[in-house]
Protein backbone atom coordinates (compact mmCIF):
# COMPACT_ATOMS: atom_id res chain seq x y z
CA UNK A 1 0.00 0.00 0.00
CA UNK A 2 1.25 3.30 -0.81
CA UNK A 3 2.14 5.52 2.07
CA UNK A 4 2.57 9.08 1.09
CA UNK A 5 5.81 9.90 3.06
CA UNK A 6 7.94 13.25 2.75
CA UNK A 7 10.66 14.44 3.50
CA UNK A 8 10.84 18.15 4.26
CA UNK A 9 14.11 20.08 3.71
CA UNK A 10 14.02 23.44 5.60
CA UNK A 11 16.86 26.24 5.59
CA UNK A 12 17.63 28.18 8.88
CA UNK A 13 19.62 30.91 9.69
CA UNK A 14 20.80 29.45 13.04
CA UNK A 15 20.28 26.02 15.14
CA UNK A 16 18.12 27.71 17.66
CA UNK A 17 15.48 28.60 15.01
CA UNK A 18 15.83 24.92 13.29
CA UNK A 19 14.86 24.04 16.68
CA UNK A 20 11.89 26.23 17.65
CA UNK A 21 10.75 25.54 14.41
CA UNK A 22 11.37 21.67 14.18
CA UNK A 23 9.86 21.22 17.94
CA UNK A 24 6.76 23.13 17.00
CA UNK A 25 5.96 20.71 14.69
CA UNK A 26 6.29 17.63 16.34
CA UNK A 27 4.31 19.04 19.18
CA UNK A 28 1.46 20.09 17.05
CA UNK A 29 1.43 16.70 15.14
CA UNK A 30 2.44 17.64 11.75
CA UNK A 31 5.49 15.78 12.04
CA UNK A 32 6.65 12.19 13.16
CA UNK A 33 10.32 13.76 13.48
CA UNK A 34 12.62 16.83 12.68
CA UNK A 35 16.53 16.49 12.52
CA UNK A 36 18.73 19.37 12.85
CA UNK A 37 22.37 19.36 11.07
CA UNK A 38 23.80 22.66 12.39
CA UNK A 39 27.06 24.20 10.47
CA UNK A 40 25.91 24.44 6.68
CA UNK A 41 27.35 27.29 4.05
CA UNK A 42 25.05 28.06 1.56
CA UNK A 43 26.10 30.27 -1.61
CA UNK A 44 22.79 31.98 -2.81
CA UNK A 45 21.47 34.77 -5.31
CA UNK A 46 19.35 37.30 -3.40
CA UNK A 47 17.86 40.59 -5.02
CA UNK A 48 20.40 40.11 -7.51
CA UNK A 49 23.71 39.58 -5.10
CA UNK A 50 25.35 36.62 -4.41
CA UNK A 51 25.05 35.90 -0.85
CA UNK A 52 27.14 33.71 1.26
CA UNK A 53 25.73 32.91 5.03
CA UNK A 54 26.34 30.10 7.26
CA UNK A 55 22.82 27.97 7.84
CA UNK A 56 21.18 24.95 9.47
CA UNK A 57 19.32 22.36 7.52
CA UNK A 58 15.85 20.91 9.75
CA UNK A 59 14.69 17.97 7.73
CA UNK A 60 11.19 17.14 8.44
CA UNK A 61 9.64 13.50 8.00
CA UNK A 62 5.69 13.60 7.68
CA UNK A 63 2.69 12.69 5.31
CA UNK A 64 1.70 14.04 2.01
CA UNK A 65 -1.94 14.93 3.59
CA UNK A 66 0.10 17.79 6.65
CA UNK A 67 2.90 19.24 3.97
CA UNK A 68 0.47 22.25 3.40
CA UNK A 69 -0.05 22.60 6.78
CA UNK A 70 3.71 22.29 8.12
CA UNK A 71 4.74 24.94 5.01
CA UNK A 72 2.36 27.14 6.10
CA UNK A 73 2.84 27.04 10.05
CA UNK A 74 7.20 27.26 8.63
CA UNK A 75 6.52 30.32 7.09
CA UNK A 76 4.65 31.71 10.34
CA UNK A 77 7.47 30.97 12.81
CA UNK A 78 10.58 31.82 10.14
CA UNK A 79 12.66 34.87 10.16
CA UNK A 80 13.49 34.70 6.69
CA UNK A 81 11.07 36.51 3.95
CA UNK A 82 10.88 33.43 1.69
CA UNK A 83 11.72 30.33 3.75
CA UNK A 84 13.10 27.35 2.09
CA UNK A 85 10.34 24.33 2.38
CA UNK A 86 11.03 21.47 -0.40
CA UNK A 87 8.62 18.56 -0.09
CA UNK A 88 10.70 15.23 -1.43
CA UNK A 89 9.03 12.11 -1.61
CA UNK A 90 10.05 8.95 0.00
CA UNK A 91 11.07 5.80 -2.18
CA UNK A 92 8.53 3.04 0.03
CA UNK A 93 9.53 -0.21 -1.36
CA UNK A 94 13.52 0.97 -0.32
CA UNK A 95 14.67 0.90 3.69
CA UNK A 96 13.36 0.22 6.70
CA UNK A 97 9.61 -0.81 6.29
CA UNK A 98 9.10 -1.12 9.98
CA UNK A 99 10.49 2.86 10.69
CA UNK A 100 8.07 3.55 6.99
CA UNK A 101 5.04 2.03 9.14
CA UNK A 102 6.08 3.97 12.01
CA UNK A 103 6.78 7.43 10.23
CA UNK A 104 3.60 6.75 8.42
CA UNK A 105 0.94 5.83 11.68
CA UNK A 106 2.71 9.14 13.62
CA UNK A 107 2.30 11.77 10.83
CA UNK A 108 -0.96 10.90 8.95
CA UNK A 109 -3.87 12.86 8.94
CA UNK A 110 -6.87 10.90 9.31
CA UNK A 111 -9.90 11.64 7.50
CA UNK A 112 -12.42 13.78 8.66
CA UNK A 113 -16.19 12.92 7.59
Known sequence: ????????YITTPNKEE????????????????????D??????KWKGKVQEENECVLIVKTHYSRVK??????????SYEVPAVVSLTITEDEGNQEYLEWLEKCSK?????
Open 39 to 44: GMNSIY
Open 109 to 113: QPFEL
Open 69 to 78: KVTRRVKEMH
Open 18 to 37: AQKIGRALVEENLAACANIF
Open 1 to 8: MYKNLRLL
